[in-house]
């Protein structure tokens, strides 16, 4: 089991930042991807960012491309979003996962990971 949890949501201006965390705790070595998603008000839970745990390769939501980071500290077991230049769009329940997805295609669903955190809002206002 892996047990993750997340931090930093808030509401904030837009074209502000933020920076969120998800700590991992567990069997961490079974999963080789950390991966953020969020879900809005009424809409479907969407990929945002993954990134493995090995090799630091990233992938982005074109959605995203260019505003967010994601990072690791693979001593801390913990993966990091930085959200640069918040939209109201951007408003969501942001939820890390883990996982080890193989395919690119998995690894930007939600059936490529087997561990959720329980979420942390952000609210983008106008």
């Known amino acids: 089991q892996v047990q993750l949890a997340e931090f930093g949501g808030a509401l904030v201006q837009a074209g502000g930042s933020l920076r969120l965390s998800c700590a991992a705790s567990g069997r961490t070595f079974s999963s080789s991807v950390m991966g953020w998603f969020r879900q809005a008000p009424g809409k479907e839970r969407e990929f945002v960012a993954a990134?493995?745990?090995?090799?630091?390769?990233?992938y982005y939501a074109d959605s995203v491309k260019g505003r967010f980071t994601i990072s690791k500290d693979n001593a801390k077991n913990t993966a990091y979003l930085q959200m640069n230049s918040l939209k109201p769009d951007d408003t969501a329940v942001y939820y890390c996962?883990?996982?080890?997805?193989?395919?690119?295609?998995?690894?930007?669903?939600?059936?490529?990971?087997?561990?959720w955190g329980q979420g942390t809002q952000v609210t983008v206002s106008s």
């Open positions: 996962a883990a996982g080890s997805p193989i395919t690119i295609p998995t690894l930007t669903s939600q059936r490529g990971y087997n561990y």
């Open positions: 990134i493995a745990w090995s090799l630091g390769n990233t």
